[in-house]
């Protein structure tokens, strides 16, 4: 069936070429016949313009005719290859060549009209040599052109693949370095949980078991979304609750997860696993080094066309004047690659420091997933 589509969408775009040509001489012809019909103003008894016309359309036909003969020529010889400069004198020859029989259907029809100019004739080679005096450099300059239009329009062409072939490049490109990303993040998440289920099997073999369940969900949604690069908020936090109760297995009753999330944010896109690390972030640096523990906020609003999301804890912090050394990993780094390449300059990252603790905002364009 698609290779039906295809054949008839092929015939399609001959048949329309074809149209569009036989509508260009006709074109062409109204336009001679005007010119000469207003010359013929100028003399006594002028031929009415329906005559004029019959002419050149006739010739003009008769050019259209011609044309497969000339396109083919092109197409066999062409001058956008290696051997350019061997196909000059060829299509030198194919002009003169194409011309003269040209004229000499002219010579043959044109006469059995009403209205024959610089008529009548006695014989077909009077007729044609009084066409070739004529028109000769003008059929020269129409194979010529015609070569010069086509040779054009695949320069064009080309130049349209060329372009389309670079984007599609660039943007599988980006589609790489954004899975590469996301490959990174799962490895620096994976070692730390591995390492505690390691550490709980003898001494928790329960919590052990469940921090495993709780790590296969989290890889089976992982999985599934691996070509994905946007996914809704609702699935983004249903991913982000799965990697919160592996850590609240791991840091008991020291780790507090609260969430502010405004119901009309739930359908918004934002880039997949990207409030893990910065959750994972948190903990790390600010919950972790605490021996009471700490909470972390995580936050979604909707503001002026824009999504606003924050992850927040009371951990360590450092003072302002400090904030240059806030430490930045793997995942923060990787996050800020990854708004980059999806958002260029439609979005704002900032780390600001709070009396306790961090916050991390992110700010991205509002889009509804629910829509293409």
């Known amino acids: ?37 207003w010359q013929q103003q100028l003399f006594p008894d002028p031929p009415p313009f329906w005559k004029i016309l019959s002419w050149q359309l006739s010739s003009g036909w008769v050019w259209f005719c011609f044309m497969p003969v000339i396109l083919w020529l092109i197409k066999k010889f062409p001058l956008d290859n290696a051997n350019w400069w061997k196909n000059i004198p060829l299509h030198i020859v194919f002009s003169f060549v194409v011309s003269l029989c040209q004229l000499s259907a002219d010579a043959y029809f044109l006469p059995k009209l009403d209205y024959t100019p610089a008529g009548p004739y006695e014989s077909y ?132 997860i609260e969430m502010n999330i405004a119901d009309e944010t739930l359908d918004a896109k934002v880039p ?45 912090g450092l003072n302002e004047i400090d904030i240059s050394a806030i430490p930045e990993g793997v995942g923060l780094r990787n996050t800020r690659s990854r708004l980059k390449h999806l958002y260029g300059e439609k979005h704002k990252f900032e780390i600001t420091p709070q009396e306790k603790g961090f916050a991390l905002n992110l700010t991205i364009p509002y889009q509804n997933s629910n829509e293409n």
């Open 1 to 37: 069936m698609d290779k039906a589509m295809m054949q008839e969408s092929r015939w399609n775009k001959g048949w329309l070429k074809w149209l569009a040509i036989w509508g260009i001489w006709t074109l062409f012809a109204f336009f001679f016949a005007s010119q000469a019909f």
């Open 125 to 256: 080679w009077e007729a044609y040599k009084v066409f070739l005096m004529i028109n000769i450099h003008f059929g020269i300059g129409i194979y010529w052109g015609t070569l010069g239009i086509n040779h054009t329009i695949k320069y064009y062409q080309r130049l349209r693949e060329r372009e389309l072939t670079t984007s599609q490049l660039e943007a599988r490109l980006a589609q790489s370095r954004l899975q590469v990303l996301k490959f990174q993040l799962q490895p620096h998440f994976l070692f730390n949980t591995l390492n505690t289920i390691s550490e709980l099997i003898y001494r928790d073999p329960e919590s052990a078991e469940r921090m495993i369940t709780d790590l296969s969900d989290l890889l089976r949604l992982s999985l599934e979304k691996l070509e994905v690069q946007e996914v809704s908020l609702q699935q983004e936090l249903d991913f982000l609750q799965k990697y919160v109760e592996i850590e609240q297995i791991r840091f008991h009753d020291r780790l507090k």
């Open 272 to 316: 997949n696993m990207i409030l893990q690390p910065l959750v994972e972030n948190a903990i790390k640096h600010g919950i972790a080094p605490l021996s009471q523990g700490g909470t972390i906020k995580v936050g979604a609003e909707r503001m002026n066309g824009s999504l606003m999301l924050s992850v927040s804890d009371n951990g360590v």
